[in-house]
């Protein structure tokens, strides 16, 4: 019998990821809180549902791509999506949580008779879009062999951590730790050079094909360049991925001075009414402590 396998969180990432799974061959039910989010679904060959317990009954394959663990928990036991799954059935946690609540989730799914694949995963909405997300994975044989086409699906590579739900959530935040410091650092760059008074579609292209050029960089600045702020990872999102990394380290009694500074600039973003922005927009303050726009400096755009 073909397993049911269900999506929830269909935002920038989430459609992409439906996107190929459906292109997989595999038939896939939807929710997302937003209308216009399950109207894109319909229209890739999704199976809209009318809310998250429609979409988790009798599913074998649950894939959540929430915000965070509280979102997670309240699909999960709070609208009804654990009772209603199939026995037996797979909650495979995309989203980027703490391991400790990723722990938690997994031992409160096992009074239904359900299993976690932790699977935290990496690449963006480019990722997403393309089915080159990194999926950093960990749970048990059954929970890999109920996601194998799924995550065929939506990745380029898939690293196996082992059996314990929280391990590949451990490997994810650190994984952020550099993610985060890249974000910032880029920003940083980009509004010194055109304070400067470099050209910044030059500096872009010359630091993206030399050795200070990183993967958001590369991604991000062009956004930055063209003030295109339209939300793929919000500046909120970043600000608790590096919440995650900076507790991590507290835990382990871990200095983090990096993490802790690119934290900062995050949250001066976030303050500065930018939180539902894409990440990108943490230039904005580095514009206004420089009190020099990019703008100023841009002789042309660059094309993302």
């Keep these: 019998m073909t397993a049911q396998v269900s999506l929830i969180g269909l935002g920038s990432m989430g459609q992409g990821m439906a996107r190929n799974i459906i292109g997989s061959g595999i038939a896939l039910r939807g929710?997302?809180?937003?209308?216009?989010?399950?109207?894109?679904?319909?229209?890739?060959?999704?199976?809209?549902?009318?809310?998250?317990?429609?979409?988790?009954?009798?599913?074998?394959?649950?894939?959540?791509?929430?915000?965070?663990?509280?979102?997670?928990?309240?699909?999960?036991?709070?609208?009804?999506?654990?009772?209603?799954?199939?026995?037996?059935?797979?909650?495979?946690?995309?989203?980027?949580?703490?391991?400790?609540?990723?722990?938690?989730?997994?031992?409160?799914?096992?009074?239904?008779n359900l299993v976690l694949l932790d699977a935290p995963v990496s690449g963006g909405k480019v990722?997403?879009?393309?089915?080159?997300?990194?999926v950093m994975a960990s749970g048990c044989e059954h929970a890999f062999q109920q996601a194998d086409g799924v995550l065929n699906a939506i990745s380029k590579k898939v690293?196996?951590?082992?059996?314990?739900?929280?391990?590949?959530?451990t490997y994810k935040v650190v994984h952020q730790l550099a993610a985060?410091?890249?974000?910032?650092?880029?920003?940083e760059l980009i509004a010194l050079g055109a304070k400067a008074g470099c050209d910044v579609k030059t500096l872009f292209d010359i630091v993206?094909?030399?050795?200070?050029?990183?993967?958001?960089?590369?991604?991000r600045v062009p956004h930055m360049l063209d003030e295109d702020f339209t939300p793929r990872s919000m500046v909120d999102i970043f600000v608790k991925d590096l919440d995650?990394?900076?507790?991590?380290?507290?835990?382990?009694?871990?200095?983090?001075?990096l993490s802790s500074a690119a934290h900062q600039m995050l949250?001066?973003?976030?303050?500065?009414?930018h939180g539902k922005?894409?990440?990108?927009?943490?230039?904005?303050?580095?514009?206004?402590?420089?009190?020099?726009?990019?703008?100023?400096?841009?002789?042309?755009?660059?094309?993302?």
């Excluded at 303050?285 to 993302?304: G, I, P």
């Design 159 to 169: 690293h196996q951590l082992g059996i314990d739900p929280g391990m590949a959530s």
């Design 31 to 112: 929710y997302d809180v937003s209308p216009d989010a399950l109207s894109r679904f319909q229209s890739i060959g999704g199976s809209p549902c009318s809310s998250v317990s429609d979409a988790a009954e009798y599913c074998d394959l649950l894939v959540l791509m929430v915000v965070n663990a509280a979102q997670a928990e309240e699909v999960l036991f709070a609208q009804g999506a654990a009772k209603n799954m199939a026995k037996n059935g797979v909650v495979m946690l995309c989203s980027t949580v703490s391991p400790s609540d990723t722990r938690k989730i997994a031992a409160q799914l096992t009074s239904y």
């Design 267 to 273: 949250v001066a973003a976030s303050g500065m009414g």
């Design 180 to 187: 985060g410091v890249h974000l910032v650092t880029a920003a």
């Design 208 to 219: 993206s094909t030399s050795a200070g050029n990183s993967w958001m960089f590369s991604d």
């Design 277 to 304: 922005l894409d990440d990108s927009a943490v230039v904005k303050v580095y514009e206004a402590l420089m009190d020099h726009s990019l703008n100023s400096a841009q002789n042309s755009e660059v094309k993302s």
């Design 244 to 257: 995650l990394v900076l507790q991590t380290g507290k835990d382990l009694q871990a200095a983090l001075p």
């Design 127 to 134: 990722g997403a879009d393309s089915g080159t997300l990194t």
